[in-house]
């Protein structure tokens, strides 16, 4: 039965990346990690691997034939999204509000609107020690997160018997919903701060919302995590790790070095939530069932 984890956080910099790319070094099961992040992925800096292949991602845009188009304004009418306005009976279309549904085209009463494809991201597939790794890179001035992460999530998530770790995009905008929707665990990596915490809570409550199954990693725990601690049994999400500052762990972080493989008390971290990872993500399957 395979498994979908998501590694995500209520903001940046709390060290998501960081334990999803060193329990991706840590699991000695097939697994595959997906870089989710679109707008910035940086786990391939960690993995340091060039991909075997690439594919260029499209999404569909509508495009207008104004020999056709009588000025209804039948697609602005229907566009949840306010991306085609029609001004003095000519629709134009906002391409950066657009969310490529298709309803314009197939309400257009004259048969105006044909949707044309435009290329917006770039989708990595690469293998790492014989685990599979993938990465989606948005195109510089593109802001199309959502349907790059839904195509990664679709076309390469293990199937198999096996695990699928997404690294997620930070905050709990949509990017980062379309990144944990359905996953098995959505495991959040926080900070004792007070950013951190009132991060943390968010995320938490997106996770609610979704109806997902969730645990904590208390990053940079000796800065006092007691906050952390009642904010989770208040929403009765469990803390499955705990991580002090570290000097050693932050001079291989600068180095850009796989931690777990330099420090082994940082992999024996690893090993030990992976574990709590893979017994809660069986408990989901269980309340599946
Ligand atoms: S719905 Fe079709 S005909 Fe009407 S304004 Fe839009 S493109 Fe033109
Ligand atoms: S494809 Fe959908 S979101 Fe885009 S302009 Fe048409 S109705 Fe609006």
Not at 11 to 35: C, S, Y
Request: charged share 25%.
């Amino acid at each position: 039965m395979s498994k979908t984890i998501a590694i995500a956080s209520g903001k940046g910099g709390t060290g998501k990346t960081t334990f999803a790319v060193n329990l991706f070094a840590v699991v000695d099961e097939p697994v595959t990690l997906i870089d989710c992040d679109v707008e910035e992925p940086n786990c391939h800096l960690f993995l340091q691997t060039e991909p075997e292949k690439t594919e260029r991602f499209s999404v569909l845009l509508p495009e207008v034939n104004f020999d056709k188009c009588t000025g209804c304004r039948r697609c602005a009418e229907v566009c949840r999204y306010n991306a085609m306005v029609v001004i003095d009976k000519k629709p134009m279309l906002f391409e950066e509000l657009c969310h490529n549904c298709g309803g314009c085209a197939r309400q257009c009463p004259q048969e105006a609107i044909k949707e044309v494809p435009k290329e917006v991201a770039t989708i990595n597939i690469a293998t790492w020690r014989d685990k599979k790794f993938v990465y989606g890179l948005l195109d510089i001035g593109q802001a199309r997160s959502s349907p790059v992460i839904d195509y990664l999530r679709k076309n390469f998530s293990n199937t198999d018997d096996g695990y699928t770790l997404i690294d997620c995009p930070p905050g709990t905008a949509c990017p980062a919903v379309e990144s944990v929707r359905g996953v098995d665990l959505l495991v959040l990596i926080t900070e004792p701060t007070p950013f951190g915490i009132n991060d943390l809570e968010l995320a938490i409550k997106m996770g609610k919302a979704l109806g997902l199954k969730q645990a904590v990693i208390v990053n940079r725990a000796d800065l006092g995590a007691g906050d952390v601690k009642a904010l989770c049994e208040r929403y009765d999400v469990p803390i499955i790790g705990e991580i002090g500052f570290d000097k050693e762990i932050a001079k291989a972080y600068s180095q850009g070095k796989i931690i777990s493989d330099v420090i082994e008390s940082f992999r024996n971290i690893c090993e030990g939530i992976w574990q709590r990872i893979c017994e809660l993500a069986s408990e989901t399957e269980e309340i599946k069932q």
